[in-house]
């Protein structure tokens, strides 16, 4: 009962555009955070987070893990530009779930079905989707492994 409550609650929350600012900040932190930890680099979330705000990341003895972040947010940053508006918002879905439907990709975008199913023939042809199953009643997509890395550290750091 609580959780419906609280779900109502927020469904019902205005969202702002200062808002939808801090939450592409804080995912875009986390992303590169758990990207870059997964290759290795040392630093905390917190210590990420001085290095890509501040553009400085005097952090001593930590230079090349700094050096890292920079470049793995200057990476990240300049590829989310690659993206129509559309595909950005198709990145949060696949924050959510990692296998989507033409149909909740539809919902998600206010797009119709018939429009969704082909925008997903055009972003496979393009690199950015994967038909993950190719049966006509069932198909469905994930994100192809340059998009998948990305949304994935994100989807970590919510963990």
């Known amino acids: 009962m609580r959780i419906e409550a609280a779900k109502v609650a927020v469904e019902n929350a205005p969202v702002t555009p200062s808002l939808l600012a801090s939450l592409r900040q804080s995912a ?91 925008r997903c023939r055009r972003w496979v042809g393009e690199g950015f989707l994967v038909v993950e199953n190719p049966s006509n009643r069932a198909r469905s997509y994930c994100l192809a492994e340059k998009w998948e890395t990305i949304v994935t550290g994100a989807r970590h750091g919510r963990g």
């Open 28 to 118: 875009r932190l986390r992303a590169t955070h758990y990207s870059t930890q997964i290759e290795g680099n040392r630093l905390t979330a917190a210590e990420v987070a001085e290095v890509v705000l501040d553009g400085q990341g005097g952090l001593r003895g930590r230079e090349r893990d700094a050096s890292e972040v920079r470049n793995y947010n200057r990476d990240y940053a300049y590829e989310m530009r690659e993206l129509d508006p559309q595909q950005r918002r198709a990145l949060e879905l696949f924050g959510e779930s990692r296998v989507v439907t033409s149909v909740r990709l539809a919902e998600s975008l206010r797009l119709s079905v018939r429009q969704a199913r082909e």
